[in-house]
């Protein structure tokens, strides 16, 4: 697994089995954007071991300070 993510650019931080959830793991990647997923993806596949994945985005706090153009009104202001 690290060695596959590692020849497309991407590093497998950490990953944690889940026991009694939806999903059998979790994985940190870094470096992963969507064209590396999408290779994994097409790698993995038709193998048939994964048969749902789900991405998520993770931020450091200093990673999101610098988006600029956030701005968020409530509902009713």
């Known amino acids: 697994m690290h060695a596959m993510f590692g020849s497309l650019g ?6 944690y ?3 009694r959830s939806n999903y059998d793991f979790t994985m940190i990647v870094n470096n992963a ?4 997923l999408a290779a994994i ?11 749902a994945t789900e991405a998520d985005v993770l931020l ?8 600029e153009g956030q701005s968020y009104r ?4």
């Open 17 to 19: 089995m889940l026991p």
């Open 74 to 77: 409530p509902p009713g202001n």
């Open 60 to 67: 450091t706090a200093e990673e999101w300070d610098e988006v």
């Open 41 to 51: 993806k097409k790698m993995v596949g038709p193998s048939g071991a994964v048969l």
């Open 33 to 36: 954007n969507a064209k590396t």
């Open 10 to 15: 991407a590093e497998v931080e950490c990953y």
